[in-house]
């Protein structure tokens, strides 16, 4: 938002892009390309929330993956209950069962955010320690409910029909639901960035994130912002993690705990509390699982940390930190 | 003087002695108070985590980090002492020749891991942590060549240890005088002399430049201590004891897996016990690591008692699983951490004073 044009960071991924075109033939560079944009974006869902919460208010949320295994149960039950909308071969009816199940998944994780922050955060502001503990509980907590709640066998998740394979562009293969994904991010994306740039709460956010005490000093009460922030984090992370859950058409009670480690990294990448580099974090991230688990796929986990590495001995604080430390 | 041996750090309260002491003698007296397998099973499971438990606590507890790769130290050295023995290494030099390894292992790799975070934010440091732990829990089932995948490694140790050798051809006190009482005794000793060791760590100039750091960072570097410097060495060397204790677990068991040194809820486990017992205490998760122990052992398998009397009930026998364990521990942690901040040990201090 600020410095926006930090070439050398924004730079980054069309470098990484560029780079990897020589490994590999066109059509498998553009179906990874795409499928590491789809990924990267559903990676920015889950990720802005623990940012913005970080930043606005200081707090660290290890449980931020519950709110995606929650997000991506409730999307799974969701496709699984309209099963008669997602087996119709109709874009209209497809889409509207994907856009229910996201809503409910939106709706759940943000009213799990609500009860969360009520309930655990509140008390242990200000302290690092305590709200990693605090957080660590209630992410063991909420995984385990879900496990009580839904059994601990994976759950299938049908795709609806008509983003079930793929089509072909000059030869390389893209997959249907990667282009769904990928635009249905752009969009929050987009929506998020007006809202952030363009309205009085976004300026009031921005602002606190800047200089909480100023921003209090002016009257405004920053508490209340802060927890419209963190339902909305969490319902942005319920909202990736439904999205990501109907890509692996599988879910897990453990997804919450796995994402949780790449949405660490993006952000550490990005800078704790940037929007911006979330964005870049995030699908520099996708990009480099991508193009490596088609490299070499045992060494996904470990490129991605790798990247995290390099990263951060280049710009110890992450590609774009926040002013304030 | 008469506390030299303890660093002239004293458990602080009565109840708390009481405790401590209880203990030492139970673990001291294991294989004669408590004759069985079972329970011999238990006490040493017990010194090895109080050793893990500890060296956790000198790095959350003292120097105010929290780390999620704990269990990855802790696998270097079981893994470090069960490769040369499962690929036919014999006697004692292959024991201490992987233990060194996994012991270098981890003390390199955690003084990397800080080094690179610590110097930015201590958050870093959690989140890295947490990832750089769940990478060593893939490569561990990937790498079936080295690590055994996910079945893990089995292996035989030298015959001085073995079930078969006699030290005394009678028994004593009804108890045989064998190659796995002095396995027990092994752990027990060298859990004893690491614990007094890290009591003597804690209370020596170095810890407490940690607790200063822990309790004010930017006036402790006003004073001209490099905070990062002093919280890598920690790192390095709470990882490297926790090592040692990952090269005891894997004596006793005679077998590494991943899910025996690696999985998230041994992690949770060690958590809990230093979290329980009273952080920057020492004592607290010595004290916690036998009652998790214990609770695992003996309340575990009750939960399914409190399952099979909820049977006709709704939604209960659920709650009631036994591997629904971890809610029960998590809601007894974030219970810990909001009412008891100060754990079992740190309460009763402040009681007593």
Known sequence: MKRAHDWAAILLLPVLILLALPTMSLSTWVTLTVAGGAMGMMLFLMALGLTLIFGLMDVLNFAHGAFITLGAYVAASVLGALTGWTAADSWALNM?????????????????????????????????????????????????????????????????????????????????????????GLVIWLVMYLLLNRTRVGLLVRAGVENREMVEALGFRIRRLFVGVFVAGAALAGIGGAMWAAYQQVVTSSIGGDMTILVFIVVIIGGLGSVTGCLIGAILVGLVTNYIGFLAPSLSLGSTIAAMVLILLWRPRGLFPLARS | MRFRLLSNDRPGHPVATLLVVLLFLALATAPFAF???????????????????????????????????????????????????????????????????????????????????????????????????????????????????????????????????????????????????????????????????????????????????????????????????????????????????????????????????????????ILLMVVIGGMGTLYGPALGAAMIVLAQYYLQPALQNAADATAGLPLLPALFHPDRWLLWLGTLFILIVYFFPAGVVGTLRRRGR
């Open chain 1, 96 to 184: 509207l069962a994907l856009a229910a199940a996201v809503a409910a998944a939106a709706m759940c994780a943000g009213g799990a955010g609500l009860l969360f922050e009520r309930v655990l955060i509140r008390r242990v502001y200000g302290s690092h320690l305590q709200q990693i503990l605090i957080t660590v509980g209630g992410l063991i907590v909420t995984e385990q409910l879900v496990v009580v709640a839904w059994g601990a066998q994976q759950l299938e998740i049908p795709r609806p029909m008509a983003m079930r394979g793929s089509f072909l562009v000059g030869g390389a293969a893209i997959e249907k639901y990667r282009v769904v994904a990928m635009a249905l």
């Open chain 2, 35 to 269: 004759p069985g397998t079972r329970s011999v099973a238990v006490a040493s499971r017990i010194c090895v985590f109080i050793v893990l438990a500890a060296s956790y606590d000198m790095l959350l507890g003292y120097t105010g980090i929290v780390s999620f790769a704990h269990t990855m130290f802790f696998a270097f050295g079981a893994y470090g002492v069960a490769i040369p023995l499962a690929r036919g290494g014999v006697g004692g030099g292959a024991i201490l020749l992987g233990g060194a390894a996994g012991v270098a292992l981890a003390a390199m790799v955690s003084a990397l891991i800080a080094l690179l975070s610590l110097r930015v934010q201590k958050i870093f440091f959690s989140m890295i942590t947490l990832a750089v732990a769940s990478f060593a829990q893939i490569l561990a089932t990937q790498l079936r060549d080295l690590t055994g995948g996910e079945d893990g490694l089995t292996f035989s140790l030298p015959a001085i240890l073995g079930p078969g050798f006699r030290l005394l051809r009678e028994p004593v006190l009804g108890v045989r005088i064998d190659g796995r009482l002095i396995t027990y005794y092994l752990v027990f000793a060298v859990a004893l002399a690491l614990f007094l060791f890290m009591l003597r760590v804690v209370n020596s100039p170095f810890g407490r430049v940690l607790q200063a750091i822990r309790e004010n960072e930017f006036r402790a570097e006003a004073l001209g201590y490099r905070v990062t410097v002093y919280r890598t060495l920690a790192s390095a060397l709470s990882a490297s004891i926790a090592a040692v204790a990952g090269g005891l677990l894997a004596l006793l068991l005679r077998y590494v897996g991943p899910d025996a040194t690696l999985s998230f809820s041994i992690m949770v486990d």
